[in-house]
């Protein structure tokens, strides 16, 4: 019911700059919190970063002050901006997003999350 397409990933050298998209398409209600995690090879799927459908944001430590999260609610699109990247962000990021179920104008009052694909980001000179 529910598509996400996440784009912007690849490779970059160290100290350099990402933006990372996410847009969720099909039938729902409302689009409401919307995220980013990320996973490692050899390393647990972690929050990189969250934005709510009123703009509260919360960060992972180690991004906070580099990564920003943003969305475009007429577009049902989270973006991730990612400014002075590490080797260590090295992962592959995945967006997930928690959706009220329905239509646009209807709602049986559940949620669900749905992920996207990922996307590869490597840090690297």
């Known amino acids: 019911q529910v598509q996400l397409v996440e784009s912007g990933g690849g490779l970059v050298q160290p100290g350099g700059s990402l933006r990372l998209s996410c847009a969720a398409s099909g039938r729902f209600f409302s689009i409401n919190a919307m995220g980013w995690y990320r996973q490692a090879p050899g390393k647990e799927r972690e929050l990189v970063a969250v934005?709510?459908?009123?703009?509260?944001?919360n960060y992972e430590d180690s991004v906070k002050g580099r990564f920003t999260i943003s969305r475009d609610n007429a577009k049902n699109t989270a973006y991730l901006q990612m400014k002075g990247l590490k080797p260590e962000d090295t992962a592959v990021y995945y967006c997930k997003v928690r959706y009220s179920r329905g239509t646009t104008i209807y709602t049986d009052g559940r949620e669900e999350d749905i992920w996207g694909q990922g996307t590869q980001v490597t840090v690297s000179s």
């Open positions: 934005i709510t459908n009123g703009g509260s944001t």
